[in-house]
T-cell receptor, first 110, second 117 residues
């Protein structure tokens, strides 16, 4: 069935460190995943996506890894900055709709 | 590109009032628009999917007579919360997608915070 979940609801990192946000999914047929960033009082902002024919995709300071064997994906943010503070959602993009995980709040310590 | 504008950004009104929220795709034609509701510290919950020129598809548990959705053009969808009550207070967010959901990521508006007194 449709189920996307996150391992941790909160993550606190030092400025400049790398951040890793994890996400598990249950539907082995899932083939398209998206990471969104939501800042306080705003709508989700597209960060990066990945399809099941790839294991890794890189963007600017972000990398998404997909492990289909264990149905797990992660978002890595390099050199975390204060502006990265937000809630991060992984989402499974099904043919009918987008299914969001619960979200991880990323806090940056100075 | 792929800008979605939502208006108003916040509304405060009395119980029993009907409130209309607009969602516009500014630089692309959105064949499909989605309406979500988000309560504090929770994830987004899909309320309904609307395709231009046809009736919206509502998720289970969402009252279609309470939340009226109109998608009359490829750039505009509206959500009307009829006879709003305090329990309808929430953050309502729309998104738009070209060519439906599965081929392209959805792009979101900045939400409307609705407070019913």
């Amino acid at each position: 069935g449709e189920s996307v979940g996150l391992h941790l609801p909160t993550l606190s990192v030092q400025e400049g460190d790398n951040s890793i946000i994890n996400c598990a999914y249950s539907n082995s047929a899932s083939d398209y995943f998206i990471w969104y960033k939501q800042e306080s009082g705003k709508g989700p902002q597209f960060i990066i996506d990945i399809r099941s024919n790839m294991d890794k995709r890189q963007g600017q300071r972000v990398t998404v890894l997909l492990n289909k064997t264990v149905k797990h994906l992660s978002l890595q943010i390099a050199a975390t900055q204060p502006g990265d503070s937000a809630v991060y959602f992984c989402a499974e993009n099904t043919p009918q709709k987008l299914v969001f995980g619960q979200g991880t709040r990323l806090t940056i310590n100075p | 590109g792929a800008v979605v504008s939502q208006h108003p950004s916040w509304v405060i009104c009395k119980s029993g009032t009907s409130v209309k929220i607009e969602c516009r795709s500014l630089d692309f034609q959105a064949t499909t628009m989605f309406w979500y509701r988000q309560f504090p510290k929770q994830s987004l919950m899909l309320m309904a999917t609307s395709n231009e020129g046809s009736k919206a598809t509502y998720e289970q548990g969402v009252e279609k007579d309470k939340f009226l959705i109109n998608h009359a053009s490829l750039t505009l969808s509206t959500l009307t919360v009829t006879s709003a009550h305090p329990e309808d207070s929430s953050f309502y967010i729309c998104s738009a997608s070209f060519q439906g959901s599965s081929n392209q990521p959805q792009h979101f508006g900045d939400g409307t915070r609705l407070s019913i007194l």
